[in-house]
Nanobody
Framework: QVKLVESGGGLVQPGGSLRLSCAASGSIFTIYTMAWYRQAPRKQRELVALITTGGITNYADSAKGRFTISRDNAKNTVYLQMNSLEPEDTAVYYC?????????WGKGTLVTVSS
């Protein structure tokens, strides 16, 4: 079973940028489709972006043009570069690894966008 640890969250002003990282351990990283989700207060968890084992990416409409997901298989890490951040992006961001219909989740990292 893969273990996921997110980092890179914090407080940022509107219009700013952050890069989230998710380090994986305990399994073969390259077999997993990786994704970033987020959950804002009093809202359901939602998909932000995903990247397949072959590097194909998909984004939520709210993330298109502002966020970029990438993976470094040599470092067992997936990233989420977030630009032009808005207060509506405030949420706990979670990393997820999926293989064979089984999901593994990290504990999340908090992103707060506020002036």
């Amino acid at each position: 079973q893969v273990k996921l640890v997110e980092s890179g969250g914090g407080l940022v002003q509107p219009g700013g940028s952050l890069r989230l990282s998710c380090a994986a351990s305990g399994s073969i990283f390259t077999i997993y489709t990786m994704a970033w989700y987020r959950q804002a207060p009093r809202k359901q968890r939602e998909l932000v972006a995903l990247i397949t084992t072959g590097g194909i990416t998909n984004y939520a409409d709210s993330a298109k043009g502002r966020f970029t997901i990438s993976r470094d298989n040599a470092k067992n890490t997936v990233y989420l570069q977030m630009n032009s951040l808005e207060p509506e992006d405030t949420a706990v961001y979670y990393c997820k690894a999926r293989y064979n219909m089984v999901d593994n989740w990290g504990k999340g990292t908090l992103v707060t966008v506020s002036s």
